[in-house]
Nanobody, 124 residues
Framework: QVQLVESGGGLVQAGGSLRLSCAASGRTFGNYAMGWFRQAPGKEREFVAAISWKGARTYYADSVKGRFTISRDNAKNTVSLQMASLKPEDTAVYYC?????????????????WGQGTQVTVSS
């Protein structure tokens, strides 16, 4: 089992950047696929990015491709989401999620473990 804690959210102007981090507990972090999801007010939670357990494979939602970068440091038990060229429509609570498998992609039902979320607000 793994516990996840996100950090790095905040208020930023459109066009700006933020880096989200997710710290994971446990000694087997390298055996977990990781994902980032987000939920805007009044909307369903949606996929943002995913990374395989060793970091060799990544996948992005079309809405963030070219602007966001997911990465992980298995030695530090962290996964990050570097966000650039932020838009007001990126405003949401961002969640990291984990699955004890090689890669889980964009299906949030494939991720049993979730953090509590961190708020990202992009002003226009």
């Amino acid at each position: 089992q793994v516990q996840l804690v996100e950090s790095g959210g905040g208020l930023v102007q459109a066009g700006g950047s933020l880096r989200l981090s997710c710290a994971a507990s446990g000694r087997t972090f390298g055996n977990y696929a990781m994902g980032w999801f987000r939920q805007a007010p009044g909307k369903e939670r949606e996929f943002v990015a995913a990374i395989s357990w060793k970091g060799a494979r990544t996948y992005y939602a079309d809405s963030v491709k070219g602007r966001f970068t997911i990465s992980r440091d298995n030695a530090k038990n962290t996964v990050s989401l570097q966000m650039a060229s932020l838009k007001p429509e990126d405003t949401a609570v961002y969640y990291c999620a984990a699955a004890a498998t090689f890669y889980s992609g964009s299906d949030q039902n494939a991720y049993p473990y979730w953090g509590q979320g961190t708020q990202v607000t992009v002003s226009s």
